[in-house]
């Protein structure tokens, strides 16, 4: 039989959305930063080489990424922009980057590109810059930000219309030329952002119906119609005249054949390996590779899930589970990597961890596709908590992290560094809100910019280490709110564990931290170092950060010290 989910994940937001989610009072501890060796998402355009993805200096870097939802749906913008303080859409971004996330894949629509599509469920109150804008403009405003982070974007075709998912990747109403157009439209809008690094031509093309009368999507078949690698070589091929510089991302289908299912009441045996998650199936594509006529663009994508999204896939009933798993996906796509065939993005995995036997598939997934920047490139799925089948590394609130997911996932993650490239907004995209947009409904927050006191550092007492005190983001209200950043650095020899200790002189409070271990007493502040990032090579770095709450008065940078 054919293995597919059901189509859960995205869960569309109602006007509901836009009341403001109470602030959760636990302060929260969660795994984040990658390895001190971690080299970022390096500089200028990507392209590969091998089964590696390479900078335009030719170092090797990892993508380890978060799915942000929500432009492929009715919405038509990202998910999470109704939340309510401190949840802003850069403090969103701020979070993704400060927990480790260096790459976030989009998914849209093309009906979101449209001349008039309008972008919904904004909260006017948390983000008023963003009132007014197109789904374009939005899109324009969030790769600006996230590659002064030293972040990357993939954008995923991820739906021929907002209606819903497809076995192929066009329609009666969305055709494939029009894809096409929708990808150069985009390709020419962001052709001068490296910050873009490629497309995902198209979200899990999968089968439909049974064999031999199948009418979805098939790999190698040689049917125009339904053959996906041929369709991808078409698409990609494209792009790749229009912008020449981007990755192309290309997934797998779901069963081998002519696009249907094995048929399972015709009383024979099958193949359990003959299907696999939609979008997860390339075991074809070392006989029948996609083609491209640019050379080092091309990045196979797979697609893998755990129990709580579809419990009949006949590896989780194995009895050597989750021992037996590596075989699975090096028969359907670890082998692409392996041989150095090509690189591999897992461009979604993830789980609600609800089963225990998901944690193991995870943890044993993580561990597959290796440590350090030498190992293939990711994307979880997904940031957002509205995911009904997996929902997200933040809980309803869009701040709360799942400590039990960051714990898989954390060290694993390459945090981005500095940035990748020119991040110009394009010309074709105003600015200013239309005369006829709707004012906020509610005042937006006073801004309160950062204190003007420098951040404060320890002094290199012994060469151990020091703290750096940064307020990246601060609000009034009753009380009010603030986020702040700390970077810890070694001295001029390396250290294999921290300690950094504060008072807070004026009622400060914190409300939430990551990356690191926590204590309070009063007014006191102790953070140590988590199991991954104790260790920091001489002069190297690694961060932990907060959020609190203020007096909207004073807010004035603590002294820190930091001892190793």
């Known amino acids: ?65 978060i799915n942000w939802f929500g432009m492929e749906t009715d919405n038509h913008t990202f998910h999470g922009l109704w939340a309510g303080k401190p949840v802003t859409w850069t403090q969103q971004l701020d979070h993704m980057a400060q927990l480790g996330f260096n790459t976030i894949r989009v998914p849209y629509t093309g009906d979101s590109l449209r001349s008039g599509a309008q972008a919904t469920s904004v909260n006017t109150d948390t983000n008023p810059d963003l009132v007014g804008l197109s789904p374009l403009q939005i899109l324009d405003k969030v790769i600006n930000y996230a590659g002064s982070k030293g972040m990357r974007i ?38 001068n952002n490296p910050t873009v690094i490629g497309a995902d031509l198209f979200n899990e093309p999968h089968a439909e119906g049974t064999e031999p009368n199948g009418t979805g999507s098939c790999w190698g078949c040689g049917v125009t119609a ?31 054949g002519g696009g249907g299912s094995p048929n399972v009441w015709d009383g024979l045996p099958h193949d359990p390996m003959t299907c ?32 709580s999204v579809y419990d009949r896939q006949p590896w989780f009933n194995d009895s050597t589970f989750p021992n037996n798993l590596p075989a699975v996906w090096d028969h359907f796509w670890g082998y692409l990597y392996k041989q150095n065939i090509a690189p591999i993005l897992v461009g979604e ?26 190992g293939m490139s ?47 907004t394009p010309p074709t995209s105003p600015t200013t809100t239309p005369p006829t947009s709707r004012p906020p409904t509610t005042p937006p927050p006073s801004s309160v910019p950062p204190t003007t006191t420098p951040p404060t550092t320890t002094p290199p007492t012994g060469g151990a280490c020091t703290a750096t005190y940064t307020i990246t983001n601060q609000w009034t209200g009753s009380p009010g709110g603030f986020q702040a950043s700390v970077t810890v650095k070694a001295g001029n020899a390396p250290i ?19 990356s690191g271990t926590v204590t309070t007493s009063g007014s006191a502040v102790t953070v140590t170092n988590m199991s991954y990032n104790g260790s920091i090579p001489a002069n190297g770095t690694t961060d932990f950060g907060f959020t609190g709450t ?10 820190l010290t930091c001892t190793a």
């Not at 510089?245 to 290309?250: E, G, P, Q, R, T």
């Not at 998650?277 to 899930?305: C, I, K, M």
């Not at 009904?388 to 993650?413: C, E, F, R, S």
């Open 550 to 559: 203020w007096n909207s008065t004073t807010n004035a940078v603590p002294t």
């Open 349 to 374: 995995f993830g789980s609600t961890l609800a089963n225990p036997l998901d944690t193991q598939w995870m943890t044993k997934l993580m561990s597959y596709m290796g440590t350090g920047v030498n």
């Open 154 to 191: 993939i954008l995923d075709r991820h739906r021929p219309t907002a209606a819903g998912q497809t076995a192929l990747w066009y329609t009666g109403t969305a055709s494939e030329a029009s894809e096409i157009s929708d990808w150069q439209t985009l390709a020419t809008r962001y052709a």
């Open 276 to 307: 696999d998650w939609w979008g997860g199936n390339l075991s074809q594509a070392g006989t029948y590779p996609v083609r491209l006529n640019v050379a080092n663009r091309l990045v196979y994508s797979a697609h893998d899930y755990g129990i």
């Open 1 to 65: 039989m054919a293995f597919r989910r059901i189509r859960t994940r995205e869960v569309a937001a109602g006007a509901a959305a836009l009341v403001a989610v109470a602030a959760s009072a636990l302060v929260a501890v969660t795994l984040a930063a990658g390895p001190a060796m971690a080299a970022g998402t390096g500089t200028g355009y990507l392209h590969t080489n091998g089964n590696k993805i390479v900078d335009s200096t030719g170092a090797t870097v990892r993508l380890t990424g």
């Open 496 to 514: 294999s564990k921290w300690t950094v200790k504060w008072t807070f002189a004026n009622g400060q409070t914190i409300t939430q931290l990551w």
């Open 226 to 256: 339904r053959d996906w690698r041929l369709a991808a070589e078409r698409i990609g091929n494209a792009i790749l005249q229009t912008n020449s510089n981007w990755l192309i991302f290309v997934e797998g289908v779901s069963c081998d």
């Open 378 to 424: 990711f994307t979880y799925w997904s940031w957002n908590p509205d995911s009904g089948d997996t929902g997200g590394i933040v809980g309803d609130d869009w701040n709360t992290v799942n400590q039990a997911k960051m714990n898989i996932i954390g060290p694993y993650l390459i945090p981005p560094t500095g940035s990748g490239g020119p991040t110009t």
